[in-house]
């Protein structure tokens, strides 16, 4: 497998101008919330030093969740407090992919209702405490989260010093979607490089824009080397300059992706990582700007598994 590291310092300047949040929100909403009869003060948005992220796509099954879990724990492990938000109402499985879906007690419908404080949905990663996980309903019956509700939900856990908050948004541009949009400040569209799906992730690049969304990067996911090499499948540079919008990574086409949801294990956990494992940590470090190269997924050549490792090695050391 030939693959060889690019160099793309321009890449680094796009996220030195992280937007500041423009939402206002009603703090005695977001008391309550975070504590249900405390007067602590809430910070305002400007205040605050929150990256709030949505993980969207046109298309369904692409690789959202898979994203969401993979680069969150990515970056929990890099140190910063991160909780993940399973926005995907009826379908939910953030929870199976990050094995943590027996400790669900409570979600934020009952934060909603009075059941709860939202530290008790809160549920904690097992294995990083810094990466935590929130999910809006247990089935879609109870689903009548609003786009205020939502907002004040992201307000107050940027009220508990969460550095990054990833809303694993719902398939489809419905309600669900405007709702899981609503509070971000940045997205991350996922496609694969199937034409249906590129074309959906234009539609959703558009409805982010139209919505105030202007911060948005490109994952694509399940990339074929072997496709790509033979012309059956559109390129990693193809498909983003379709779609003009700035890469954050490529991610291969792997088994052990499926492997790891059953597993609940995200790939990133994994003692030997494989090349989709490197490249959700790559996309990652990007995220957080600590990294600023791409794998080239197209151009394989024997034994540049191991140089890619080596190099990683130095860059994280
Ligand atoms: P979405 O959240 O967009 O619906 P998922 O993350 O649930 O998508 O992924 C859909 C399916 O695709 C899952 O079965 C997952 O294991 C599989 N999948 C996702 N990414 C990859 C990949 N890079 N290689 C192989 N399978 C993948
Ligand atoms: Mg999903």
Redesign the pocket.
Known sequence: MKLKIKLFRFFNKSFQNKKTSSFLVSNFVCRALVKNDSFQELKTDNQLNTRILVVT?G???????????NIGMSIARLGYKVVLIDA?IG?R?LDL?LGLENRILYTVMDVFEGQCRLDQALIRDKRWKNLSLLSISKNRQRYNVTRKNMQNLVKALANLNFKYILI?CP?GIDVGFINAISPAQEAII?TTSEIPAIRDADRVAGLLEANGIYDIKLLI???RSDLIQKNDMMSVRDVQDVLGVPLLGA????????I??NRGEPLVLKKKLTL?GIAFENAARRLVGKQDFFIDLESPYQGVFQQIKNSLKLIIK
């Open positions: 796509s298309k369904g099954g692409v690789g959202k969740t898979t994203a969401t879990a995907d379908l499985n992919l694993d398939a996922v996911n399940r990339v991610i291969p086409e792997d088994n052990q992706v499926i790891s949801t989709s």
